[in-house]
């Protein structure tokens, strides 16, 4: 992984800079722009299209945030993370339609924001549990058992019980107006917009700060080498479910918020497709990197995106071309793995680093 | 009782594929420490190409042989082009390769042969159920397992017979020693890319003539994915005992547990099976354990 280097001329002169978030005033004053961008610039620049695109692309960033903890900073290969985003939203729907909600909560709009970290704390739960065999098992065998999560929790759980509840059948709906935050109902694409921006910026807020703690330094330490982290005196069972938890919590932030966005979820919103989604995310933004799950989340939807806008041309001589655009998309995203992990296998975000240090060590590059 | 029976003889020929199956997959984690994630849909492209040759007019075997044949192509020919590059790369690049190639698969499918079931018309194995004694055995089970069965003797003969299965073995023992004594690493992955693409494409063949053909057959090829962790990644014996154990638990549970939950146990039997299992048996039945230094 690339280290960014501060431009020519600053230095740090005690711990507290070297700690700091934003280490130069020109950074400060661009992450403050990004915030005006990103709260304003966006909201009202954007059509009802491109915000619902841009929902997908936050969505994707909470989902992956928790895969690339796992991966990227503690090591442990799941896949089966679609799985803990099916809980958090299943937890959180089946909240606010079957709970007795007290009216006062309901009035203030509360019902919502304290389901989601219930649901959050629940698909914390079940990704310890499938987190356990990681006490023993390491590499492929783990893959295997985190799959066997994707099965056993959205396959079989939730396909055949938990959607049965209430006898909705497969699909729970979800009428107007129960998706409430405080005085707003979540009902169009620019609250789910701010909604989603708002709980991006927590969890990865959150999950830097960890990862700038000594949880942090642990799940690194075991990533590198846990048979050397364990003889430092970590205690790496109890550090590797930490990082479970920690995943599933995000992840069932994710799935709570989508609910808003859907207004009806079923099990075929959380195929084992998607979780190997997240993990190809991942991998293109630059596995090991905050900046990379961004990244990688942006290029994956929004590329996607202008493949579709390409195609819609062609879409009158070729009908087939849009018609199965679902599977060209697949293939395309396949492709698009391999060639990164081909040509680019540090990722977007290697890439960006280099960009970023030439231009923080011209004109002495060397 | 009767029932007892027929579950156990139906899952030991169903298990017979999945052995089939689960042997190609040790064959790429042995040569080339990486696991496959494409081997579903490596058995569904050697399966709907044998349906449509099959479609088209040309005899059942025939166009088995011209699956392999296809087979034989697409795998020296992944191996080539994606894999060939990643000789020397850390094991979790190889393993995502392996999920975008899943993908490219899948999606090439979907987009080719569309998403609707289909069946091998006219059937190839007659619906005239054999009796053996008090057992009733479907015809396509019992062909699907003597092909399974001759072509896993076929496949093991190979690695213990011929040069270049010594070759792969070698390799697989030891790669560094294998290079030096002028065993071509290349070749050898290539040689177990386009074995694997063949057992795969042959057992889904078999598995798309038992129920019909569609994506969801894909599936049926990660099951092999618990067979091979059963066995021990890393054991070719073990994954035909694996698969042939995960056929029957599979349809054990079909037919006493599905009463108590209904629904899908059978799919999720065998992953369930796995997760507890390696808890108590990290390495499989016959996995190699590794002893780890710092």
Redesign the interface.
Known sequence: MSTTFLPCGVYHQNYAQEHGWWQTRFIKAKMILLFVVLFVGIPFGADSYWLSVYNQVGYTILGALGVQLL?GFCGQ?T?GHAAFLAVGAYTSTLLILEFPWPQLLIKWGLAYPLSIIIAAVMSGICSVL?G??SA??K???L???T???Q??IV??II???VSQIGGRGQAFSLPPGTIKVGPWVIDNDLKVYYMMIVLVILCVTIVVNLLRSRAGRAWVAIRD?D??AE?MGINVVKYKLLAFFVAGFIGGIAGAFWISNLAAISPEHFPW?WS?WL??VI?IGG?GSIHGTIFGSIFMVVVMELLQLGIMPLADTYPKLLM?F?????????????AF??FE?YGLAYRWGQIKNYFNLWPFSY | MELFFMTLTTGIMVGGIYALVALGWVLIYKCSGALNLAMGEMTLIGAYVSLSFYSMGVPFLLALLFSLVIGFALGVLTERIFLDRLIGEPVLTVIMVTVGLSFFFKGTVEFLWGTDTRVFDPPVFSIEPIRIGPLVIGQVYLWSFVAAIILLCVFVCFFKYTRWGLAMQATADDEMAALSVGVSARYVYAAAWAIAFMAAGVGGTLLGNINGLNISVGYLGLLVLPAVVLGGLNSIPGAIVGGIIIGILQNFCGAYLDRYFPGGVKEIAPFAFMAVFLLFKPYGLWGWERIERV
Do not use: H, W
């Open positions: 991966i290969v896949l499938f356990l065999p023993r098992v590499g492929f065998y893959i295997l058992t799959m066997a999560a099965f056993i396959d079989f396909t055949q019980y080498n048979i050397s003889v497709f190997l993990v190809g991998l596995v199965d679902l599977f060209i998309k697949e293939a395309a995203f396949g492709l698009a793995i391999c992990m081909i296998p």
